[in-house]
């Protein structure tokens, strides 16, 4: 018996027929995802590493790739096959899974990239696609033509136009095989954008993005990332991508962030072959060790020195295997960052592992939408600056839509704490989204009255805030009902209404960074955005004692209360009317911010509105003047969830026509305009209704700023609401996706 327990992983269930070829979202992090792409060959769980077999060099058994390493799918070259008389015969006879004695997923490739090495291959395009469906395989893919990274931009253009040419007959040969339809366009933005456009509207199955090999070889990360940037956003969000040829687990968290499913490798083989080892920050070499850069349980028994000693054969068997337990080890987790909602962080932290790395990550970061957060890394970038005015892609505002497309795609608020990472921590994408929601959403609509041309900014701690200082807040609601009280985060400025809400109030760090002195132009840049920038801004420290008595010395000395108002005590119903108005601010912002509706608006609904207070003294629930449950607060992330009464109203104030079909992604652009509506068929009604979840496939149309793990309201076709819900997609992924959850239904509105 083999030593990897031969035969104890069962073979894989065919998918049902129906679903064949569909790819679902399971799990998402911004734009990265755990997928599942049914085949009948089993699902394939994503993202995956499929790794390369040469059919005629086994160096790790397909079996034990499926058996020991649990490994879904791997990728083989039809054009090798094809070559050789006797893998052609037995192939055909006996399709490519008996061949390479393999029960999971089979790829295959099609000879482009031996056209790319040895100039060209003398197999034709139908040819091809048709062999690779002849012998069985799961995905195929066509004939593409390799655009390199030196190709001028005439080259490369033939390259996508010729790949484009063959798309059609391509698709139509493969029949009911899968088909790869891979992305070219060298290095140019505009080329890459055409390629995804244009790939994406006929009927292939995965997108691999092709022509990258030799960029990563000469690590050219930045302009890896940069062809991740131009293709991904192009192409229709419900087909895997592929990055083809790229195995090198270094390069797998900022792929997988940036929207990568599938990587195949030969990397481990074939670095294995001279003694190189991969590890989730570069490659090392075998000669040079005493001891194992990562411990593996193939070698874990081993010194370096051991394995120099043997035998040629037998330590490249070993070291292939080294490489990928490394490998599938990083893979593994990147899936559960992306889980847990960390996998920018994930990122930003590998970033530092190589130099190249860390220029793509900065060249991400530094994009120029996000303005003051941008200028915190000139110094690191200067070099780069002059650099990039030379580069493909640089003109101004090029790279917006592209930055845009991760940030809309983020989750927020979330669970946790967010760890500090420097000010790298500024530019996650969540981040930038919960920031961006906060300036367009929120408004100062403190009454008119004493301070309100001024901002009160309480700074030097950390949260949570309410028990030191709503007091404090009370007191200024009834003596300066105009001002506006903000807290100073390390992330940026937030209205002391949103004090609990996620990420601002869970930053894990030292506590210096709390207490530094405030820096008075990022306050006025952010206050700018919050439309707030005539205001004079007046700062309180938290730390220290007597904090009401120094915040209305302060608030006397500026001129914006007066001495005797203040000396004289507030009446107990005063107070009580004071703390009343503080907790309706908090509903009312929270309204705007999490159901996107206009500040006015949110006012009005919340100003009857009574509480029910936990032990803790802490908002659970927000009810009508008629005692109506509108909504409650999540003490998690201090988000806000909806419930039937809430959403009725929500309902009642919409002006808007009922949308009628998926108009483009569009989440920034609506603000105020209330939850995104969500139309269903008339098949769904029922179960949405009941409460049912609302599946992929059931959905006619929706708003265009529809947002994952935003709450969104699901009508029928005549707008009538049956239910609530938090969806999982943006309006691009839901016009498209054919399989999964769409809507996350909290409860349907039963006909009475
Ligand atoms: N393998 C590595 N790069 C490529 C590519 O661009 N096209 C195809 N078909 N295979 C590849």
Redesign the pocket.
């Known amino acids: 018996m083999a030593a990897w327990r031969e035969g104890t992983r069962e073979d894989p269930k065919p998918c049902r027929e129906q679903d064949r070829g569909k790819f679902e979202v399971i799990h998402r992090d911004g734009r990265a995802r755990l997928g599942r792409l049914h085949t009948d060959h089993g699902i394939l769980e994503t993202p995956a590493l499929l790794p390369v077999i040469n059919p005629n060099i086994r160096t790790i058994e397909p079996r034990e790739m499926w058996d020991r390493y649990g490994i879904g799918a791997l990728i083989t070259n039809s054009y090798i096959i094809w070559k050789h008389e006797e893998l052609k015969n037995k192939a055909q006879k006996d399709g490519v899974h008996e061949l390479i004695d393999y029960p999971g997923v089979i790829m295959t490739?099609?000879g482009?990239?031996q056209a790319?090495v040895y100039g060209d291959v003398e197999v034709g395009v139908e040819e091809i696609v048709e062999f690779q469906r002849s012998i069985g395989v799961d995905i195929a893919?066509m004939?593409?033509v390799?655009?390199r990274p030196d190709m001028t931009e005439l080259e490369v253009e033939s390259c996508v136009d010729e790949t484009l040419a063959r798309a059609q007959i391509s698709v139509d040969t493969s029949q009911d095989t899968m088909l790869?339809g891979?992305i070219?366009g060298g290095l140019f933005k505009e080329l890459r954008e055409k390629s995804a456009s244009e790939m994406g509207k006929f009927d292939f199955s995965v997108h691999?993005i092709?022509?990258?090999?030799p960029v990563m070889e000469q690590h050219r990360y930045k302009e890896y990332a940069k062809i991740m940037l131009s293709s991904l956003p192009k192409l229709p969000p419900n087909r895997p991508v592929h990055m083809?040829?790229c195995g090198h687990p270094m390069l797998f968290p900022m792929s997988i962030a940036l929207g990568a499913d599938l990587f195949d490798s030969a990397a481990y083989a074939l670095f294995a072959r001279d003694g190189r080892l991969l590890t989730p920050w570069g490659t090392e070499k075998i000669a040079n060790l005493v001891d194992w850069p990562v411990t593996t349980p193939s070698i874990a028994h081993l010194t370096p020195e051991e394995v120099r000693e043997m035998d040629g054969k037998e330590r490249t068997k070993l070291l292939s295997k080294y490489n990928l337990e490394v490998t599938l080890s990083e893979l593994a987790r990147c899936k559960q960052a992306v889980r847990d909602g960390t996998i920018w962080r994930m990122v930003e932290r590998r970033s530092h592992q190589h130099p190249a790395l860390r220029e793509a990550f900065l060249w991400l970061i530094t994009n120029p939408s996000l303005g003051n957060i941008s200028k915190m890394f000139k110094e690191e970038m200067i070099l780069d600056e002059k650099l990039a005015s030379q580069e493909i892609g640089s003109q101004k505002g090029a790279w917006e839509s592209s930055w845009d497309w991760i940030v809309e795609s983020q989750t927020t608020p979330r669970k946790g704490g967010e760890s500090w990472g420097g000010k790298d921590t500024l530019a996650r994408p969540h981040i930038i989204a919960a920031r961006h929601m906060m300036f367009t959403r929120w408004h100062s609509l403190a009454p008119r009255g004493s301070g309100s041309s001024d901002v009160l900014i309480l700074h030097g701690r950390s949260g949570p805030w309410r028990e030191r200082c709503d007091n404090l807040v009370t007191r200024i609601i009834h003596h300066a009902p105009g001002l506006e009280v903000m807290i100073l985060t390390p992330i940026g400025l937030m209205p002391y209404s949103l004090e609990d809400v996620n990420p601002f109030t869970h930053i894990v760090g030292p506590e210096w960074m709390w207490r530094s002195r405030p820096d008075l132009s990022m306050i006025r840049e952010d206050l700018e955005k919050f439309s707030m920038s005539e205001r004079r801004i007046i700062t309180l420290d938290l730390q220290g004692d007597s904090l009401v008595d120094r915040a209305f010395a302060k608030l006397v000395e500026m001129g914006v209360v007066e001495q005797g108002s203040v000396e004289k005590p507030i009446e107990s119903k005063d107070f009580e009317a004071s703390e009343l108005q503080l907790r309706r601010r908090k509903a009312a912002d929270k309204f705007a911010l999490f159901f996107n509706i206009q500040s006015e608006l949110s006012h009005e609904m919340t100003k009857q509105t009574e509480f029910v207070i936990n032990r803790q003294g802490r908002i659970k629930n927000v009810l009508s003047s008629s005692e109506k449950h509108l909504a409650s607060f999540r003490l998690g992330d201090g988000g806000l969830s909806l419930n039937n009464d809430g959403a009725i109203e929500l309902h009642s104030h919409r002006r808007r026509e009922i949308p009628n079909n998926f108009s483009e992604t569009d989440i920034f652009g609506y603000c105020g305009e209330g939850l995104a509506f969500v139309v269903v068929d008339d098949d769904a009604e029922p179960f949405i209704r009941q409460g049912r979840n609302v599946f992929h496939g059931f959905v006619t149309a929706c708003d265009p700023w529809l947002r994952p793990n935003e709450a969104c309201l699901i009508v029928n076709g005549k707008g009538e609401l049956l239910g609530h819900g938090v969806s999982q997609c943006t309006s691009d992924e839901l016009a498209t996706f054919q399989k999964g959850v769409a809507i996350k239904t909290r409860d349907g509105i039963k006909i009475e």
């Open positions: 490739d099609s482009t990239f790319y893919t004939l593409d390799f655009s790869n891979p070219q691999p092709g022509g990258i090999v083809f040829g």
